[in-house]
């Protein structure tokens, strides 16, 4: 996954929104701001998780629905690194979203590009929502882009 916050925190609505439970590892600056307040208990976040954070985002796997795992810095995972995380993904049922790190043959690569902010004025205003690209590329599938607006949308002047 691209780090692209925006859309990090979009997806995390949706899970939560649906009744499914997430976790952030390593990410305190990330903004829960979008999601209502009563979604916010759905959610686990692990600011610092100290000298194992692949493992805390592997133990998070095998009992919630989405676990976001943010690196620090770049990070290119080899399959041998990756064999204990793949073992506890597979025991569990949870969709575990890597960002600032690779893996070997990742099941989806998403990409998410900012296009457009909504909401300011000319010097004036506050960020209401933002438009996003997004691309989605399934191992050995086509790639799939769309636009979607996290937020509000741009509200289309009257005319009288």
């Excluded at 979008?34 to 133990?59: E, H, Q, S, T």
């Excluded at 943010?70 to 979203?97: E, H, I, T, W």
């Amino acid at each position: 996954m691209s780090d692209t916050p925006a859309l990090v925190a979009e997806m995390l609505l949706h899970v939560v929104e649906a009744g499914g439970h997430a976790g952030v590892v390593g990410w305190p600056e990330l903004s829960y701001a979008g999601i209502d307040p009563k979604y916010l208990g759905r959610i686990i976040a692990v600011p610092d998780p100290g000298v194992d954070p692949l493992g805390v985002a592997a133990v998070l796997t095998e009992g919630l629905d989405l676990v976001v795992y943010r690196s620090p810095v770049a990070l290119a995972l080899s399959p041998v690194r990756c064999r204990p995380l793949l073992g506890k993904l597979r025991k569990g049922r949870a969709a575990l979203m890597m960002v600032g790190a690779t893996v070997p043959s990742p099941a989806l690569t998403v990409t998410g590009d900012i296009q457009a902010f909504h909401g300011i004025g000319r010097g004036t205003g506050r960020i209401t929502g933002v438009d996003i690209r997004v691309r989605a590329q399934s191992k050995g599938g086509r790639p799939a882009s769309a636009s979607i607006t996290v937020g509000q949308a741009a509200v289309e002047a009257s005319t009288p």
